[in-house]
């Protein structure tokens, strides 16, 4: 009778680790009054209606001096020249907004980069896609980042309704653009998703209303 040979085999597990680094988010400014804010439009539907009546408020409220604002071509793409340009030129952003899957991780990686180059940055997502923005913060090295929520939908409802709910988020974006750095991350790290909890799938995709 033939003898069985025992063969060993080596398994590898492809899944690697990950290293990120963690990094802080920009010094904040010391208020608003003089100051230039960049609202950055990711060409999300109401985002514009949104940024107006947050601008509007910033310039008659808070004492801003200028708003600049630029839109992204689609809302699926980094911001790059654009958010170069909102660095060079103004004091902090208001970055609007997260609603789906895709332009969630775009709007997040956006403020990550003008964080990064030293702007303050506002971050809007809204209540549906906060967890997965918080994610994507995280994966990112800054679980820090600070990210103000609006109601979901945002892209089918009214001017009326879009301006109000910008109207009831002043006063958090600009406790984020003016706030203590270290009193923000403490606030926002892990505010929406521990670091070692991952979003459910219900957290990836739009809901249908």
Known sequence: MAQRQTVQQEVFDPRGDVDVTDYTIAERIDGLEGKTIGLLDNAKSNADILLDEVG???KSSYGVEEVVYR???STAQP???IATQLDSQCDAVVNAYGDCG???SWCIYDSIDLEKKGTPTATVNSDEF???GQSESQALGMPGLPIITVPHPMGDIEETKVRNRAQAIISEVVTVLTENRDVLEAEYKNKFL???EEPESSDLYCPIY
Do not use: G, M, P
């Open 56 to 58: 509007e408020i910033l």
């Open 71 to 73: 839109r992204k071509n």
């Open 79 to 81: 911001a790059d020249s």
């Open 102 to 104: 895709s332009c969630t």
């Open 130 to 132: 906060v967890k997965l």
């Open 194 to 196: 521990d670091s070692d």
